[in-house]
């Protein structure tokens, strides 16, 4: 899950040119032929739109307005971040500006305990910005820039209404040099080792190697999900085919004026307990325990089998998670039943927050 994304290039009136050429020639491969005559005929620039989610549906394609309101992200962990060990102390990827007022979309794993954060803009400008709010149970972030930018925001599509097959364009912090074109080859429910799952993630095809919070980019030109992944069964079924796992756009929607405002979704946090667990042979094996969370506290060790919770058994994540959230908020006690070697313990795991076991920042 480690970002890895590529240096972000220094942009020049030469290269918006040639991002207009890129994305109009990607917009006309991906739309089907008696749409793309109108692709050329509607080539004026792009009104100017208040939000993201008020853009107008028939507002036509701008090549500039869409690169420019590319960033790259760079963030760096605090001391002794405890994210460090699985994601690193240095953070590079994508984000996409949403709001007029710099507000940008992220991964949100990239600013989990960053300390320092900046974006690159299309322009090649090293700029400051702040954490303004990360939502576990999406996966997603949002930071501002602390300077204006020469953006406007990309508008939100309809993830929902995204079928498989659908042809897409992922757009990272490359811009024109590093444009993926793919395909919606399947959309399902997912769920992470790290006590995460989203009903309906969207996967695609080919991969990109610049995942971490690319932008998919729909027929229309408007934002539909953030690079999460990179996956070796993005297909569903039997045949695996490596590709991206998406976070669709549409989860964002309910919870991103209070993210805006308080810096999370309201309402009581989900129990965390700091357990990663793979399903493997019809059974939930711990492949990793967060040090000092209440996993360890308890007394759950790499390599135990969590049978149950509560006295129902369990045996794939999404039955775990379930089962643990269905449980109450954060700070309820979680019973296990654990194999740990031939013994079968009951153990009982006091939830946290997963934000309380954040280390603070140092700056603001």
Excluded: C
Aim: net charge neutral; hydrophobic share 45%; proline share 8%.
């Amino acid at each position: 899950m480690t970002p890895d994304p590529r240096s972000l290039p220094m942009s020049s009136p030469p290269r918006l040119a040639l991002a207009a050429t890129v994305l109009a020639a990607a917009l006309t491969l991906m739309q089907p032929a008696p749409v793309r005559a109108a692709t050329h005929a509607t080539a004026a620039p792009a009104a100017s739109a208040a939000t993201a989610t008020d853009a107008a549906a028939a507002e036509p394609v701008d090549a500039q307005r869409l690169f420019a309101a590319i960033v790259k992200v760079q963030a760096r962990a605090v001391p002794n971040a405890r994210s460090a060990a699985t994601l690193g102390e240095e953070r590079d990827g994508t984000g996409i500006v949403i709001g007029e007022d710099g507000l940008i979309l992220t991964i949100g794993y990239l600013i989990v305990e960053a300390d320092d954060v900046k974006i690159v803009d299309s322009r090649g400008r090293t700029l400051p910005a702040k954490i303004v709010g990360y939502d576990h149970a999406t996966g997603l972030g949002l930071i501002r820039a602390a300077a204006p930018l020469d953006a406007r925001p990309v508008p939100f599509g309809d993830s929902a209404r995204l079928a498989e097959r659908a042809p897409v364009m992922i757009v990272n912090s490359g811009g024109a040099d590093d444009v993926t074109l793919a395909y919606v080859v399947s959309r399902r429910p997912f769920t992470g080792s790290w006590e995460y799952m989203l009903d309906q993630a969207i996967f695609t095809a080919p991969p990109t190697l610049n995942w971490s919070g690319a932008a998919l980019i729909d027929q229309d030109g408007k934002l539909i999900g953030i690079g999460s992944l990179i996956v070796r069964d993005a297909m569903a079924g039997d045949r695996e085919m490596p590709g991206n796992m998406f976070v669709p756009i549409d989860v964002l929607k309910p919870v991103l004026a209070d993210m805006i405002s308080t810096g999370r979704r309201a309402g009581p946090p989900r129990p965390w307990l700091g357990i990663a667990a793979d399903e493997q042979h019809g059974r939930l094996f711990v492949t990793r325990v967060s040090p000092e969370g209440p996993g360890d506290r308890a007394g759950i060790k790499a390599g135990d089998i969590i049978l149950g919770v509560g006295g129902e058994g369990v045996r794939t994540q999404a039955e775990f998670y379930r089962k643990v959230w269905g449980r109450g908020a954060a700070g309820t006690d979680i019973p296990l039943r654990v194999l740990q070697g031939i013994d079968v313990r009951e153990l009982k795991v006091r939830s946290i927050d997963r934000v309380e076991y954040f280390r603070p920042r140092t700056t603001f």
